[in-house]
Structures are given as structure tokens and as C-alpha cells.
């Protein structure tokens, strides 16, 4: 089955700077990879995905890249703010037809941003 | 619109009795999925219904745990004789559909499970 990795588990960035979070996953049929921050005690929240069929995508101060070559993908969050304090998860999601699909998740990246 | 609703939100049981955990999806989703998740870790998937039909059950870790969907609305989980093992937060999940966007998970805030 699919295998998730995430790395760093603990990254801490002081307010402004950047923050890179990368994944790797193992089974080339994944095609939906979404990243979801969940603070403490709280539900995971969708902060953005993408498909396979790009390499990159953006949402304000978030981005995401793809490699599909190298079955790896990453998050980055540019000019880091308190709030952006959380944990995040990388998931991906195999393509199948006509059922929808379980996601496997990586094991968490706590983020603190400091001021 | 209202997102998926979890209850109770905490359940504290004691080794050996039976619990059941509700889920309501969003309305008029038609995925719904349990995941488990153990402190500190990533959540895992336990089981998918699609409607009413339970298509995937392969993550449910023994016969002690049972899920259904019967009207293909609201979920429960239910885990009989629990363990200390069980103690984990119990997420739901529901999807639109099952392609392109409409696949786009959307959590509850989860059940926290603790078992003495």
C-alpha cells in the first residue's frame, strides 16, 4: 500500500522568515496530494492541495510543489505569522474509478513560529 | 452551511465496555470515512462508506470494531470490549463525490477516546 513520509517532524522559524515542509509518498497511482493544518484539539483543515496533472500551485503566503518523477512533494509558507503556529500533515490519495479513495497521511510536522 | 459533526466529543470508558461514536457528514456527501488517530501521530484510515455501502473496511484493526451507515446519512462507530490500545482521537470524514474536486475531504473535529 501507499507509504507517506514527512520531514522535519518539529520546525521552529522566527515570524517573517520562511518554512519548508517536504513528503515523499511510494505508489505512483497517488494523483491528489492535500496538505491540512490542525491546531490543537481542533479538526484538520484543508489549507490547499494539487493534482497530479501540475507541478505547482499557490494560495497566497502557501505553495505547493509536485515532483512526480521523484515521487515528492512540498509545502511552503512564506512570511510566517504566530497563527501559522500548528501541525501539519501531507496526505496522498490514489486514483481509482468509481469509488472515492481513502488518504494516507504522513506523520505530522509541528510548526512554531516565534516571535 | 453546518461541516461534519462529531459526538461526544470526549468519551472516557472503562476496559471492556462497548462504545459508539456519531459522525454527521455534510449534507448530501456521499464518501464518509473514519480515520484514527494516536497522539502525535498522522490519522489512519479505518473505513469508507460510499451512501449506505461500506465498500472499504480493510483498516479496521480487529472484529471488535464495526461501523455503519444505514440510511446514508449519519455514521457510527462502534468498538466493543474496548482496550487501552483504543485510546486515540476518532476522526470522520466525508466527500461530495469521488472525482476531482468533489473528492476533497472535510473533517469533524474528532472523538477523544480514552480508556482506563
Known amino acids: 500500500g501507499e507509504n507517506v513520509e514527512q520531514h522535519p517532524s518539529t520546525l521552529s522559524v522566527q515570524e517573517g522568515d520562511s518554512a519548508v515542509i517536504k513528503c515523499t509518498y511510494s505508489?505512483?497511482?497517488?494523483?491528489?496530494f492535500p496538505w491540512y493544518k490542525q491546531e490543537l484539539g481542533k479538526r484538520p483543515q484543508l489549507i490547499i492541495d494539487?493534482?497530479?496533472?501540475?507541478g505547482e500551485k499557490k494560495d497566497q503566503r502557501i505553495a505547493v510543489t509536485l515532483n512526480k518523477t521523484a515521487k515528492h512533494f512540498s509545502l511552503h509558507i512564506t512570511e510566517t505569522q504566530p497563527e501559522d503556529s500548528a501541525v501539519y500533515f501531507c496526505?496522498?490519495?490514489?486514483?481509482?474509478?468509481?469509488?472515492?479513495?481513502?488518504?494516507?497521511f504522513g506523520t505530522g510536522t509541528r510548526l512554531q513560529v516565534t516571535l | 452551511g453546518a461541516g461534519v459533526s462529531q459526538s461526544p466529543r470526549y468519551k472516557v470508558a472503562k476496559r471492556g465496555q462497548d462504545v459508539a461514536l456519531r459522525c454527521d457528514p455534510i449534507?448530501?456527501?456521499?464518501?464518509l470515512f473514519w480515520y484514527q488517530q494516536a497522539l502525535g501521530q498522522g490519522p489512519e484510515f479505518l473505513t469508507y462508506?460510499?451512501?449506505?455501502?461500506?465498500?472499504?473496511k480493510s483498516g479496521l484493526p480487529s472484529d471488535r470494531f464495526f461501523a455503519e451507515r444505514p440510511e446514508g446519512s449519519v455514521s457510527t462507530l462502534k468498538i466493543q470490549r474496548t482496550q487501552q490500545e483504543d485510546s486515540a482521537v476518532y476522526l470522520c470524514?466525508?466527500?461530495?463525490?469521488?472525482?476531482?474536486?468533489?473528492?476533497?475531504?472535510?473533517f469533524g473535529a474528532g472523538t477523544r477516546l480514552s480508556v482506563l
Open positions: 494539487i493534482r497530479s496533472n501540475v
Open positions: 470524514a466525508s466527500s461530495l463525490g469521488l472525482a476531482g474536486d468533489k473528492n476533497i475531504q472535510y
Open positions: 449534507s448530501g456527501h456521499v464518501s
Open positions: 505508489d505512483s497511482a497517488s494523483n491528489y
Open positions: 462508506f460510499q451512501n449506505e455501502a461500506q465498500l472499504d
Open positions: 496526505a496522498a490519495m490514489k486514483k481509482t474509478t468509481g469509488t472515492a479513495s481513502k488518504l494516507t
